[in-house]
Nanobody, 125 residues
C-alpha cells in the first residue's frame, strides 16, 4: 500500500503558475504509475496527467497539454505537477493517485488504486 500527500495548492492570479507536489510513502515508489486529477466545484473529477514508473512516458488530458507538466523524482518519492497560464477554470481540488498498472483506461476512468486527500488550487480573476 502507498500513502499520498499533496501540497503546493493555494491562491494564484490569472496567468500565474503553481507547482504541486505529491509525496508518497509505503511500498517502492517506482513500482507505481502516478497521476493527477482534479475536481472543480459542482463538477465530476477529471483526469489531468499521468506518468509511468520511471518517468519515461507521460500522458495528458487534451485540455492540459502545453500548460501542465507532470514529472517525478523517484529518489524523493515525489511526483510534481507544474501548472502555467492558469485561468479561473483551473480552480479545483487537485488529487494525486497511484496505480500498479500503466493503463490509459485506468487513468482516464479514475480507477487508480490509491488516492491522496487533495490540495485546493484557486485562480482569481
Amino acid at each position: 500500500q502507498v500513502q499520498l500527500v499533496e501540497s503546493g495548492g493555494g491562491l494564484v492570479q490569472v496567468g500565474g503558475s503553481l507547482r504541486l507536489s505529491c509525496a508518497a510513502s509505503g511500498r517502492t515508489f517506482s513500482s507505481y504509475s502516478m497521476g493527477w486529477f482534479r475536481q472543480a466545484p459542482g463538477k465530476e473529477r477529471e483526469f489531468v496527467a499521468a506518468i509511468s514508473y520511471s518517468g519515461g512516458r507521460t500522458y495528458y488530458a487534451d485540455s492540459m497539454k502545453g500548460r501542465f507538466t507532470i514529472s517525478r523524482d523517484n529518489a524523493k518519492n515525489t511526483v510534481y505537477l507544474e501548472m502555467n497560464s492558469l485561468n479561473p477554470e483551473d480552480t479545483a481540488v487537485y488529487y494525486c493517485a497511484a496505480d500498479v498498472t500503466w493503463s490509459r483506461v485506468t487513468m482516464t476512468s479514475g480507477r487508480m488504486l490509491y488516492w491522496g486527500k487533495g490540495t485546493l488550487v484557486t485562480v482569481s480573476p
